[in-house]
């Protein structure tokens, strides 16, 4: 476990020398900080024009895959009935790259908090701009948290210093997730809404740590939003 004061070596590669204050306050990200500048350059905000549904940076695509505001892939989750509306807007800071895949691999098999606080202040920042009844992590299932001993969703929460507020029960494990596309689509659902849960009217923001086919978010978004739920958006740290 990094002691999160010992702020002389670099949180992530424990061998660097973290960034300076000019650094800093030139990101106004204070805990990125506590980064060297090898591992801070690896972590790459998603910049430019994005898809107003996922985040996704529009100029990495081909035109034919790009709707207006929307990626191809967000067209084409919105033009099946079922999944109309469904999911409002999923909001994701960093590229999912080789980088971010290795940390986010190292925060949720060893539980590494210092990873989740990395992004807490983008998680705050970003949710305190909309009216929020719940924050809401994805849930593992079962089998899964005592497993891994903690929901890193979750923890992402808490580490934002925010309150989670779980609404969600998986009942489907994450080994059925990982099925293909399609075996998913004709998946009931994933997840079902705990008992005695009251949805009505509530503006509600998931939290995940990456979106890839946005069918997790979506399975959760729909259980809220049959019960009753004004709208369902998701922040997820990478795209
Ligand atoms: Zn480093
Ligand atoms: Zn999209």
């Not at 009216?131 to 934002?160: T, W």
């Not at 939290?207 to 709208?231: H, K, M, P, V």
């Amino acid at each position: 476990m990094i002691s999160l004061f010992a702020k002389q070596i670099c949180w992530l590669c424990q061998s660097g020398t973290p960034l300076t204050y000019s650094w800093n306050s030139l990101s106004l990200q204070q805990n990125k900080a506590n980064l060297c500048h090898q591992c801070s350059k690896q972590l790459l905000l998603l910049t430019g024009p994005r898809c107003s549904k996922c985040s996704r940076m529009l100029d990495e695509l081909d035109k034919d895959y790009i709707h207006g505001t929307v990626c191809h892939d967000c067209f084409r989750w919105e033009q099946q009935e079922r999944w109309k509306n469904i999911l409002h807007e999923n909001i994701s800071f960093y590229k999912y790259n080789s980088f971010l895949k290795n940390l986010m691999a190292r925060y949720k098999y060893r539980g590494d908090y210092a990873i989740a606080e990395l992004f807490a202040t983008d998680i705050k920042t970003t949710l305190s701009k909309y009216p929020i009844d719940y924050i809401v992590p994805i849930p593992l299932s079962e089998e899964r948290l005592v497993e891994r001993g903690f929901n890193q969703s979750e923890a992402f929460i808490k580490m934002a210093k925010l309150t989670p507020t779980n609404l969600l029960v998986r009942i489907h494990s994450e080994k059925q997730s990982k099925k293909s596309r399609k075996e998913r689509m004709d998946l009931d659902n994933l997840f079902q809404l705990k008992e005695g849960v009251d949805v009505k009217d509530k503006n509600i923001f998931l939290i995940d740590d990456i979106y890839t086919t946005g069918s997790t978010l979506r399975y959760a978004s729909e259980i809220l939003r049959n019960a009753g739920a004004y709208s369902v958006s998701s922040v997820t740290i990478a795209r």
